[in-house]
């Protein structure tokens, strides 16, 4: 059920960094601030891979299953 909320939610995260990134590289914003950006970016997908895995694992249509 978890999978319902959290997967598009954790989606639409990575989405709105990915967002504010390229509007800070498009209006020449601060270096500093797309560093830290991508680096959001990079965490946020990681946990969304990780939540889409654990709702596929939990829903025991993975691989084997």
Not at 13 to 42: F, Y
Not at 43 to 61: C, D, E, K, T
Request: aromatic share 10%; glycine share 14%; charged share 10%.
């Amino acid at each position: 059920m978890f999978e319902y909320v959290l997967i598009p939610l954790s989606v639409l995260a990575v989405a709105a960094v990915l967002g504010l990134g390229l509007w800070n590289m498009m209006r020449g914003g601060s270096s500093q601030r797309s560093q830290s950006l991508m680096r959001w970016r990079v965490i946020l997908q990681f946990g969304a891979i990780a939540i889409a895995m654990a709702a596929i694992w939990a829903s025991g249509r993975g691989p084997g299953g």
